[in-house]
Nanobody
């Protein structure tokens, strides 16, 4: 079992920055990848960025060049640096971790970008 706790969401004006952080606990030794997803009202949850244990990253086209995902050496924390935020980035952001064939989710953190 893996537990994930997100932090760092909030309200920011368009063009601003926020940094999200996700702390993993439990069976962290078995995590093979972590990532961030988001879900806006009335829309499906979508992938924002992922990072493997080897450091390979993957980004949604909509955030490339603006968002950066990173992971600490121990592999227990994953951050998402969000720059040049747009109103369309407003959503609940969820941390995810892949471990032993299962996908784990955090509880989500709200990011609101005002115009």
């Amino acid at each position: 079992q893996v537990q994930l706790v997100e932090s760092g969401g909030g309200l920011v004006q368009a063009g601003g920055s926020l940094r999200l952080s996700c702390a993993a606990s439990g069976s962290t030794f078995s995590i093979i990848a972590m990532g961030w997803y988001r879900q806006a009202p009335g829309k499906q949850r979508e992938m924002v960025a992922t990072i493997s244990t080897g450091g390979r990253t993957n980004y949604a086209d909509s955030v490339k060049g603006r968002f950066t995902i990173s992971r600490d050496n121990a592999g227990n924390t994953v951050d998402l640096q969000m720059n040049s935020l747009k109103t369309e980035d407003t959503a609940v952001y969820y941390c995810a971790a892949w471990s032993s064939g299962s996908l784990y989710w955090g509880q989500g953190t709200q990011v609101t970008v005002s115009s």
